[in-house]
């Protein structure tokens, strides 16, 4: 992974996104009422709240599927309120969905190549006349290896035109992307089921799928809803080890989730929601002890105890 | 004996997804099905309600042979299945999906009071039993897909991960509701994650490996036996 | 033929040594399609005359049909196929004038003279085409003289016209108004295959028209003569020779009664020589839309041919200088391809118990 | 432009345009309805109204219908006309479904599949009728050319004035059009929004799986839906006829293309968007033909079409089935 | 339902591969020799005279179409058929109103090229340029292209955000306006009479002409030489990024445009090419015909089209190109059939989809979504 963060204790405080009074209606129904929270760079932030409380919601108005009925999401500086879902991805947003949305008749390799093609530039023009041409590093050449002889002049051609006027645009992004994803998938585990498509996954890959496609675009924030929904416990531990290497590689995270093993497990902080209004904040052990969530939402803890 | 399932093989293609398992379940039983993602307990459940044939084996339900009977048959006999991932009926109301429920029932004043109930138990919904179900939070549609299963007052109810995207209170509630029903005379089959709530109220389980049952016994013998500790329960 | 199975090239002369009277002569048009009834009458005339032909001259040329259902969208096709086929030495054809107009630079190219029964739109002879030869009368003449028989004969005060944008519709409809003038009440230009004339029979009624003039095919006619009549308008319908079709007068039920039909066409009883009494015979009916015109158009190749004219250069040559009374008039084309304007004859029919009466000839010099 | 002629007989031309757009809109629910549940635009409707059509003017000529008939006459031939019209153009577009689309349905085929199909379909039964059917079903020969107009039969009603209202008038026909597109919209409208077929119906529309766990059988609802919208085709045609007296192979052809217009511009799958969709695009081409002329008529419909997709990409009254959300 | 057999048979069928993937597997330099072979043998097919293939042949019969004339239309159709194919096959968007841009290829090269043009008469009278000036043929292949091409976008930017079937009625709707304006407005395009002295690469149609009327074979090898450097351009965004965005599209919009992929960019690219080759096509095929007119462009033609890209197998270059082959030829070549000519071809049309729904050579990922589909879909039948 690229990213590499020495200090976070430093970067702790930076803020990186700012939900800034959002309120969201539909109709009669206020699933956001004036949230304010604010996500500070290499931190996992929890959000978590009963089931309607607008956790969905919220992550829908990040990510620019809906829009605020009031109020202003700031990511990195600038205002995301407004922008379209491939604008908000571009500055640096990623996300999964509670019910997986994976491209479901691409292989699994494929749907994270789309992922990173978010973050190349090759042109419909320039595929079609493969432009611009770029002047390959040296690992990008063509490998001259073949002992036929017929390939292998074949190949010392296509070397010598590479040399002669560079290799397209299009060639090198499909290759770096290709490679790419394959790391990804390696990454958060997949990578024996690559080829396969990706609806005929079991659910516990796909869910993994989705975030390996999510990273793909490079973030810099990755919302995770309810990632470990239908997982069991052994699975969610594994999750709990793939969050955390996923911080550590220098990513933020906010995370909805129900499971409260993962959640108190994994989170820096934690936002809780209830009725669309911000209820309760704090670092796990506090929002634990907190009443208001216990009586809103925790319940009297069989396992927790 | 209500259900009874020998060696039954569901196919995805080429692959096979159950190689061939049985299942026995009683009147008036809980009986838990348990296992990793992929294992095939989605599929186990959709064969016996008939949207995905079975390839070979046979499906006993109440004495009669349905293993090649159309699903909405086996509704009228008494199967009703709350499906994985909710299926809401997503432009219809919730109450609208609720009555749906009780699409094969003719008993008009036994619906309206089951409805009384499924409100009781699930407020969110009858608070907003207007609203179009398909914009509703995905632990409300759970409800609401739970709550259309227990309309149909079956024989036999098929609960497909009923916990999933519910809130921790909720689970419990839900976990009570699916011992009070049973209680009340109804059979469950119940597919759950939540292994260790799963195994606490089910009289008898059932575990699925890659399409096989490697394991069966007592919901307590489960609970306790230590290779499932390992892999389903989680180390506390 | 095996000849086909070489490339259809260009050499015309594959379609028998020259001086014996064979041939191959094709006739263009719509043969099916909605508005086939006002073309089948020449194609059954022109068939005739070349059966009759070909017994008294003991000639072996032979009559094949391409069908362009009337549309000017096949017809470029049927050319082609036409041009492509070294046999055949003319064209009797195309019958309308979308049609006509849309495949006549093609036979020009292909040297292949057309011999149209009944394309009357001006246009045509206008562009400068030198296949294109019709034995009938231009829609100038028709529409001026339609525009006579409104002023002089029916005493119209308001005319309402409408028309199909068709090449044809368009033209005669531009005709009419020319001749009328300050008569014009209103016009709406409606499309073919239009079912709906709601919108133009409320146009009709509030010009408060005395006359109609439609200037199409049948296919719209009926529809919309029905809904006028519906609507109680009650008009008097006027249309040209678009309309001078048996589906017509039979099919508008009691609505086309008294519907006036103009056509530069012979009335059947008129044609000279036994043409009349032959087709009844053979069909046992009388010829319909330029029917004479069909057999006029035949006799003209078949002339051709019989003098030796058996490939396609000659035979177009012997065409543009033939000079000889026909059934329906006297055929002699001018150097446009179009009859001599004194011999035109313009009849205004009537529709009476769903059939087509003639009137008068209404051509005024 | 013609504005005076529009604005001086505003009301005339909306009544007009109304009972043109009635037999829209009816046409228009047999596409909404099978879209709404297939998700397919069955091209072939058209010729299910089509044969109506043809199936009306077959069933007066073998009961020897007389010109002008009395009006206690003409209500029993048009009361019998609307039934064997609802049952020719019913009993066709349920073989449509059972030769064409069952299997492609079973197989779980894409939409672009049926489309094709569906033209297919189409293609045949216009071609059928074309060449035997129209002359068998109504006693004719099959030498005459039947790609003509088959319109030698008498005219059914009279169309006379009824009453009217501020100088607009009312006649028999714009209010039998009228009537019976709304009457025919009521009851479907009853039908599947208030009984438990209806909810069968819309059950299946949203999600088939699922359906069927709640004991729907999906083939009796896809067929109930196919004879619904073939029995309004039907009573279009026959409405058709009493307006328009005549038929073709192809009426359709034209017809269906406006209707699936009107029936998008409503909403598709919704059934109120499809009356709506019918009246509106009827007024539309109406005072478009009186604005400039009538072959501008369906550039107006369609650039209304447009305007509206714009403003609301749903259509005026939106899908009845929301999607999921995210 | 039989599903051990089926399953069984299917395994046999992959293990053996189809024709697809035999080709598939073969060395480099056999593919590019096959390749060579068969382009030869297209460019040589207006002689065809060999035994056995002569029957392919449509002028044998007496009222059978000239061959190359055919060919040429074959050739057309595929052109139509591969931009289509991408508007549909690989964004997945459906297009009713594909012959608007066919239409206006067409019109471009007669409005501008042809002395006959009210907009040619207009320009003479406005520059003072001689009676015979027209705009030179060559110059209007990058008028067809830019018209078409800014019309797909005019088209696109009000309409490409509606799903699927609003879509494919505004399409129709779009085709059918091109067709009525091309019609009523007489003194742009003279209307319903068209306009004629279309010019060819060799000037207005004139007897001695190279591209002439009755020697037809230079027409063919043009419009196949524009065949092949399509499918040389297309070829190129099948495995891209462009066509991996058109197949996310088609998935699941929502879900690409939170992954980056800007659905609307892509989409209006998709109309783009798809108008650009629709408009070269028409261009082709007015030149050829010399003779323009609007009711050449109606609604059946586009519906053709897209039958030819689904008969053919939506989304596979050789399948909706077959398709579209087949769809011109089989009516020529069966012209004796007359008057049921129509009515085989629609049976045939419902023949085919209902027995192979994935198309005559489908692509592999529509296969395999097709087969998935069906899997999914298969219920006990009591
Ligand atoms: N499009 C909509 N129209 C109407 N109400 C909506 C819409 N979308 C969401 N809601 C309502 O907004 C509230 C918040 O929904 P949201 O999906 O954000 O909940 P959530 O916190 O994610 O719950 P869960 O834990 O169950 O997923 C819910 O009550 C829901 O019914
Ligand atoms: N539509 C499908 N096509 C192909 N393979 C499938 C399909 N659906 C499921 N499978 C495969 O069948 C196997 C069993 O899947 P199933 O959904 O029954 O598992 P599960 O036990 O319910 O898992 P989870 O806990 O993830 O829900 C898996 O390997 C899965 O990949
Ligand atoms: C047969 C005729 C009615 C044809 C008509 N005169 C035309 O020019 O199109
Ligand atoms: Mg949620
Ligand atoms: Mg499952």
Aim: charged content about 20%; some cysteine; glycine content about 12%.
């Amino acid at each position: 992974m690229s990213h590499n963060v020495e200090n976070r204790a430093d970067e702790a405080r930076v803020p990186l996104l700012e939900i800034d009074k959002v309120t969201l209606r539909f109709g009669g129904v206020v699933a956001l009422d004036n949230v304010n929270f604010t996500l500070y760079r290499g931190e996992i932030l929890g959000l978590i709240g009963p089931n309607g409380a607008g956790k969905t919601t919220c992550f829908n108005a990040i990510t620019g599927v809906y829009k605020p009925t009031a109020g202003e999401v700031r990511f990195d500086g600038q205002t995301v309120t407004g922008r379209r879902p491939f604008e908000i991805n571009n500055l640096g947003i990623a996300r999964t969905f509670q019910n997986i949305r994976l491209f479901p008749e691409m292989t699994a390799l494929e749907n994270v190549i789309v992922g990173c093609d978010a973050r190349h530039k090759t042109s419909v023009a320039g595929t079609l006349f493969r432009l611009p041409r770029i002047k390959p590093k040296p690992h990008e050449l063509p490998v001259v290896d073949a002992t036929n002889g017929m390939v292998r002049s074949w190949q010392s051609l296509r070397l010598a035109c590479a040399k002669a006027f560079g290799i397209s645009r299009h060639t090198l992004e499909e290759r770096a992307g290709e490679a790419k994803a394959m790391e990804l998938l390696r990454f958060v585990g997949i990578a024996d089921r690559a080829n396969e498509q990706a609806r005929n996954l079991p659910y516990g890959y796909q869910r993994r799928l989705e975030i390996a496609r999510a990273l793909a675009t490079e973030p810099k924030l990755l919302c995770l809803d309810e990632p470990a929904a239908g997982f069991n416990p052994a699975e969610k531990e594994e999750l709990n080890q793939l969050i955390r290497r996923i911080r550590d590689n220098g990513y933020s995270v906010l995370l909805i989730e129900h499971d409260m093993r993962l959640v108190m497990g994994v989170t820096d902080r934690i936002v809780v929601l209830e009725f669309g209004k911000k209820i309760a904040e704090g670092s796990p052990a506090e929002v634990r002890e907190n009443p208001k969530v216990i009586a809103a939402y925790l319940g009297v803890q069989e396992d927790a105890a | 004996m209500l259900l009874e399932i020998k060696d039954l093989v569901v196919r995805y293609g080429r692959i096979d997804a159950l190689h061939g398992i049985s299942i026995e379940v009683n009147e008036g039983e809980i009986v838990a099905l348990i296992g990793a993602n992929g294992a095939g307990k989605t599929t186990t459940m959709r064969a016996i309600s008939g949207i995905r044939p079975a390839a070979q084996g046979s499906i006993q339900f109440a004495g009669e042979d349905i293993t090649k009977l159309r699903a909405d048959l086996r509704v009228r006999r008494g199967i009703c299945q709350s499906p994985e991932g909710r299926g809401v009926f997503p432009g219809m109301t919730v109450l609208e999906n609720l009555d749906m429920g009780a699409y094969t029932r003719k008993d008009k004043s036994g619906v309206a009071a089951d409805l009384d109930r499924v409100f009781g138990l699930f407020p969110r919904l009858a608070e907003r039993r207007k609203q179009v179900a398909g914009t509703m939070s995905g632990g409300e549609q759970q409800m609401v897909a739970v709550g259309r299963a227990l309309m149909a007052r079956p024989k036999l109810l098929l609960l497909d991960e009923p916990s999933m995207g519910l809130a921790p209170m909720v689970i419990q509630q839900i976990f009570d509701i699916i011992v009070e029903i049973n209680r009340q005379g109804t059979t469950v089959l119940l597919v759950e994650q939540n292994a260790q709530q799963a195994l606490s109220r089910a009289h008898r389980a059932y575990v699925l490996e890659t399409g096989l049952i490697t394991k069966t016994g007592t919901g307590q013998e489960l609970l306790h036996d230590p290779s499932i500790k390992d892999a389903y329960l989680g180390v506390a | 033929g095996v000849a086909g199975c070489q490339d259809s090239g260009s050499d015309n002369n594959a379609g028998g040594a020259s001086g014996e009277c064979a041939g191959q002569i094709a006739i263009m048009g719509a043969i099916t399609g909605s508005n086939s009834g006002l073309f089948l009458p020449s194609v059954q005339s022109a068939k005739m005359a070349i059966e009759q032909f070909n017994t008294k001259e003991n000639c072996k040329v032979e009559p094949v049909e391409f069908d362009t259902t009337g549309s000017p969208t096949q017809a470029p096709q049927v050319a082609e196929q036409i041009v492509g086929k070294p046999a055949i030495l003319a064209v009797i054809g195309g019958g309308f004038s979308g049609e006509t107009k849309a495949t006549m630079n093609k036979f020009a190219a292909g040297n292949v003279a057309m011999v149209s029964p009944s394309a009357t739109a001006i246009e045509l002879s206008e562009a400068g085409n030198s296949a294109f030869h019709r034995v009938v009368g231009h829609d100038g003449v028709q529409g001026a003289a339609a525009a006579g028989y409104l002023k002089d004969t029916l005493q119209a005060k308001k005319v309402f016209i409408v028309d199909d944008s068709s090449t044809y519709g368009a033209g005669i409809s531009g005709e009419l108004k020319k001749g009328l003038g300050a008569l014009v009440a209103g016009e709406d230009k409606v499309q073919e295959k239009q079912s709906n004339f709601a919108a133009t029979v409320s146009k009709v009624k509030s010009a408060g028209a005395d006359v109609v003039a439609y200037a199409g095919y049948t296919n719209e006619a009926t529809p919309f003569i029905k809904q006028l009549r519906s609507a109680g308008v009650t008009a008097k319908f006027v249309g040209f020779d678009g309309l001078y079709d048996a589906n017509f007068a039979k099919g508008g039920a009691k609505d086309a009664e008294g519907a006036i039909v103009t056509c530069p066409c012979l009335p059947a009883t008129k044609a000279g020589g036994t043409f009349s009494a032959d087709f009844k015979s053979k069909y046992g009916a009388d010829p319909g839309a330029y029917g004479a015109e069909g057999y006029d158009a035949a006799m003209i190749l078949l002339e051709g041919i019989k003098a030796g004219n058996t490939d396609r250069a000659k035979l177009s040559e012997w065409v543009d200088k033939y000079d000889k009374a026909g059934v329906s008039k006297h055929l002699k084309f001018d150097e446009k391809g179009d009859i001599d304007r004194s011999k035109v004859v313009v009849w205004a029919y009537e529709v009476k118990g769903g059939k087509f009466e003639p009137l008068t000839d209404i051509k005024l010099s | 432009m013609n504005w005076d002629e529009l604005i001086g007989g505003i009301g005339q031309h909306t009544v007009e345009g109304l009972s043109k757009g009635a037999i829209f809109a009816l046409v228009a629910l047999g596409y909404t309805l099978v879209y709404g549940v297939l998700k397919l635009i069955n091209f072939a409707h058209s010729e299910v109204f089509m044969i109506g059509t043809v199936a009306v003017i077959g069933a007066w000529h073998f009961m020897g219908v007389t010109e002008t008939p009395s009006i206690g006459m003409a209500i029993v031939f048009l009361l019998v006309g609307a039934v064997v019209a609802a049952g020719a153009s019913g009993g066709v577009a349920v073989l449509v479904e059972r030769v064409a689309y069952r299997r492609l349905r079973r197989m779980n085929a894409p939409p672009l599949i049926f489309l094709i199909t569906a033209i297919g379909v189409s293609l045949t039964l216009m071609e059928f009728m074309a060449l035997w059917g129209a002359a068998w079903m109504t006693g004719k020969s099959t030498d005459i050319p039947l790609r003509m107009n088959i319109q030698d039969f008498p005219r059914m009603l009279e169309d006379t004035t009824i009453f009217t209202i501020g100088g607009v008038v009312f006649k028999t026909h714009t209010l039998l059009l009228i009537g019976a597109a709304l009457l025919m919209m009521f009851i479907l409208d009853v039908f599947i929004n208030k009984t438990r077929y209806g909810r069968g119906v819309r059950a299946v529309a949203q999600n088939a799986d699922t359906a069927a766990l709640m004991g729907v059988n999906q083939d009796r609802v896809i067929m109930l839906i196919f004879l619904l919208g073939g029995i309004m085709a039907g009573v279009a045609a026959l409405l058709w006829n009493v307006r328009y007296g005549y038929t073709k192979f192809d009426v359709g052809f034209v017809l269906g293309l406006k209707a699936f217009t009107a029936a998008v511009l409503g909403g598709i799958g919704n059934l109120r968007g499809a009356l709506l969709g019918g009246l509106l695009l009827g007024v539309v081409e109406v005072y478009a033909s009186v604005l400039f002329q009538s072959r501008w008529e369906d550039v107006a419909a369609f650039v209304v079409l447009v305007v509206v997709l714009m403003f609301r990409p749903t259509g005026l009254l939106g899908e009845s089935l929301g999607r999921a959300r995210a | 339902m039989s599903g051990n057999h089926t399953a069984a048979a299917q395994a046999a069928k992959r293990q053996r591969g189809s024709i697809g993937d035999r080709w598939r597997r073969l060395p480099r330099w056999q593919r590019v020799l096959g390749a060579l072979a068969g382009i030869v043998f297209l460019y040589y097919l207006p002689f065809l005279g060999i035994p056995g293939l002569v029957y392919l042949r449509t002028d044998l019969a007496d009222q059978g179409s000239a061959w190359s004339a055919v060919l040429f239309n074959c050739a057309v159709y595929v052109i139509i058929a591969l931009g289509l194919n991408v508007v549909v096959g690989l964004a997945g968007l459906l297009d009713l109103g594909y012959v608007g841009f066919f239409a206006l290829g067409a019109y471009s090269v007669a409005l501008f090229g042809s002395t006959n043009s009210p907009v040619v008469k207009a320009l003479q009278v406005k520059l003072g340029l001689p009676q015979d000036w027209a705009v030179a043929w060559a110059l209007c292949i990058p008028i067809a292209i830019v018209l078409a091409m800014i019309s797909g976008v005019i088209l696109g930017w009000p309409t490409l955000r509606l799903r699927g079937d609003y879509l494919a009625i505004v399409t129709l709707g779009f085709g059918e306006i091109i067709r009525i304006c091309a019609r009523n407005l007489d003194g742009v395009t003279s209307g319903a009479q068209g306009i004629s002295e279309v010019p060819g690469p060799s000037g207005p149609p004139a007897a001695g002409n190279l591209f002439g009327i009755i020697d037809t074979k230079p027409w063919y090898w043009l419009a196949l030489t524009v065949v092949l450097f399509v499918v040389f351009l297309v070829r190129r965004l099948e495995n891209s990024r462009p066509g991996r965005a058109w197949l996310a599209i088609r998935e699941d919009e929502d879900a690409a445009a939170v992954m980056g992929v800007y659905p609307f960019k892509f989409k209006l690219w998709a109309f783009a090419i798809g108008a650009a080759l629709g408009g070269v096509a028409g261009f082709l095929y007015g030149s050829k015909a010399g003779f323009v007119e609007p009711s050449q462009f109606d609604v059946n033609l586009s519906i053709l089209f897209v039958a030819m890209v689904v008969v053919g197998g939506s989304g596979n270059m050789a399948g909706v190109a077959l398709g579209a082959v087949l769809l011109t030829y089989l009516p020529e070549r069966f012209r004796e059939f007359s008057d049921y000519r129509v009515l085989v071809f629609g049976m045939a049309m419902v023949a085919v989809m209902v027995l192979r729904p994935q198309g005559l050579i489908p692509s592999k990922r529509r296969a395999r979504e097709l087969h998935d589909r069906a899997e999914e879909a298969k219920v006990n039948v009591a």
